[in-house]
């Protein structure tokens, strides 16, 4: 009893109770982030094809994805239960699915065949099997399955040419054309409502360039045409595991390979490459393929508005509050008040996010700016910068907290010294007290960028999309046009995992886009971190 007395007394409990709280905290973020970086970084590594000959002559040929444990089926043969095997067999437009169970029991025989391909299409995901015969229209240029191979890459890089063309045709060139047609139609109808002829001056000239304009897009999209055809010029005929052929065109295809022939350095090459790719393509197949670029230039453009409205407002609101205003009951309320808004629901400011930066101020500035647009609106709408100043307001309660503690720990002596050396109070606050106190005004940053990149409800009511047809920067004038929608990290992992059509095969892609995401945050939080330790090293009165 002697001994406990002492050790309870002597606090060792808590010392213990308090590290191995900790350690449990730290296992378990280890353990998660261990788990999105294995899933999401092996979903870029190019699997071996696996076929598989089952006891009743049935064939399957697909990556082996996952194996399980099966307890039911415990018995004196199998103590530890029989194993099935999960396959992703692709070729969904042929069975309808894009994984099977195989229970191991059942597979006869198990190979790796070398000349088996994977392709990767633009449409109804990957197709694995052989390419038997390549076509030019109705002439058959390849048949058998190595000749056809070597005759149809080539045409492959080509597709992939045309594509780029198509892509810059449709985005710039004919996006181009339409803002500038766009725009001279809202100058007629400005014209119009001001009352004057359109049959003279200025108006009968932007009919005209609306006529030249027209013209230019009538014949870019006679070359689209024209691409297109190219694309579905070439048609290949592939055959699966179980004898169904499938011909479509090369131009439906992104890539081919033969995973089972592929070196271990070859298999690297082509992990980089499909890294990269995640991140600077687009998406496709309903957000489950392709890139996510999008997203991430979306997040990253919306943190960094947010943290240029947020950061001025807090520290302008922490310096009144800590050097100018009467310490007293108000003070102490709006303290209080502002303590208290950190911990409002982030849906709550997407609603008003909603009513006032997007009903009153967008509506407002479009009856003010816009009127020739109505009844479609530009402001009143969502976009980046209302759902930009709805994180700003979001996270000012968190700047204005930590730049409070940076200012109050600031020495006094500082400023004493400042006003006895005949500095005004303005300018010991702009040249000593705020330098020093930097520190702790990029830690309230540190927390706002934290909390905002992550939010998704707010971003719902207040401009994020499913896919964005645009970027908000782009060469159009005035170049950056923050009234666009856009695509967000955290609404891509929420669309992609619980509103995709296929849950199970847009699985590796959630991983990808939560990785993405936490090294998104990470390279911010990095940044802001390092400008800290260096303001910190400048001034190192500051203790924050």
């Keep these: 009893m002697a ?41 870029f590594w190019p699997k071996d094809l696996v076929q598989l000959t089952l006891n009743d002559g049935t064939q399957v040929l697909g990556e082996m994805v996952d194996t399980q444990r099966i307890p039911e089926t415990v018995t004196t043969a199998f103590p530890e239960g029989q194993t099935r095997i ?14 099977r169970w195989v229970d191991e029991e059942d597979i006869a025989q198990q190979t790796l065949p070398q000349d088996v391909v994977a392709f990767e299409r633009r449409e109804w995901g990957n197709f694995y099997g052989w390419i038997t015969e390549v076509w030019d229209g109705d002439t058959r240029l390849a ?40 725009q001279a139609r809202l100058n007629l109808k400005e014209l119009e409502l001001n009352g004057k002829n359109l049959s003279e001056g200025s108006a009968a000239s932007l009919q005209e360039d609306i006529q030249t304009r027209e013209a230019a897009y009538q014949k870019q999209t006679q070359r689209l045409v024209g691409l297109y055809e190219q694309l579905n010029r070439y048609r290949v005929t592939l055959i699966d595991v179980e004898g169904k052929e499938k011909t479509f065109p090369v131009g439906g295809i992104v890539k081919a390979w033969r995973p089972n022939q592929m070196s271990v350095w070859a298999k690297i090459w082509m992990y980089a490459e499909n890294f990269w790719g995640v991140l600077t393509e ?30 001025p407002f807090g520290v302008l609101a922490a310096v009144y509050l800590k050097e100018y205003a009467r310490q007293g009951l108000l003070t102490r309320l709006i303290r209080i008040a502002v303590n208290n808004l950190a911990g409002v629901p982030s849906i709550v400011f997407g609603v008003f996010g909603l009513g006032f930066f997007v009903y009153a101020v967008g509506g407002s500035i479009d009856q003010l700016f816009f009127s020739a647009s109505l009844p479609n609106p530009t402001f009143g709408t969502g976009g980046l910068l209302w759902a930009s100043l709805t ?17 109050s720990a600031v020495p006094r002596e500082y400023r004493e010294g400042s006003l006895g050396l005949g500095a005004t109070k303005l300018e010991s606050l702009i040249r000593v007290v705020l330098p020093c106190a930097m520190p702790g005004i990029l830690t309230g940053l540190i927390l706002a960028v934290s909390r905002a990149t992550g939010e998704v409800a707010p971003l719902m009511l207040t401009g994020v999309v499913k896919l964005a047809p645009a970027l908000p920067v782009d ?26 059509p ?10 990808v886009t939560t990785l993405i995401l936490v090294l998104v945050v990470l390279l911010l939080n990095m940044t802001a971190i390092a400008l800290r330790t260096r303001m910190r090293k400048r001034y190192a009165g500051a203790s924050v």
């Design 502 to 511: 296929n849950v199970e095969a847009a699985k590796p892609m959630v991983y």
């Design 3 to 43: 001994f406990l007395k002492r050790f309870f007394a002597s606090g060792s409990l808590f010392i213990w109770l308090s590290g191995g709280a900790l350690a449990c905290s730290l296992l378990l973020i280890g353990g998660l982030l261990s788990l999105i970086f294995i899933n999401g970084m092996g979903y």
């Design 391 to 407: 994180l700003a307001l979001m996270t000012v309660p968190v700047v204005i907290v930590a730049t409070e503690e940076g200012l």
């Design 143 to 182: 048949k058998g399955r190595d000749q056809a191979w070597n005759v149809f890459y080539p045409f492959l890089e080509q597709t992939e040419a045309i594509h780029q063309e198509i892509h810059h045709i449709e985005r710039d060139v004919i996006g181009a054309i339409n803002h500038d047609i766009e």
């Design 86 to 99: 999960q396959l992703k067999v692709g070729n969904r437009d042929l069975y309808g699915l894009d994984f």
């Design 475 to 500: 060469s159009l004038f005035p170049y950056v046009h923050l009234d666009r929608k856009f695509m967000h990290l955290g609404f891509h992992i929420y669309d992609v995992g619980f509103q995709s």
């Design 282 to 311: 687009e998406p496709r197949e309903a957000n489950t393929e392709g890139g996510i670029f999008p997203a991430i230039f979306g997040t990253v453009m919306m943190v960094l508005i947010m943290s240029i409205v947020v950061v």
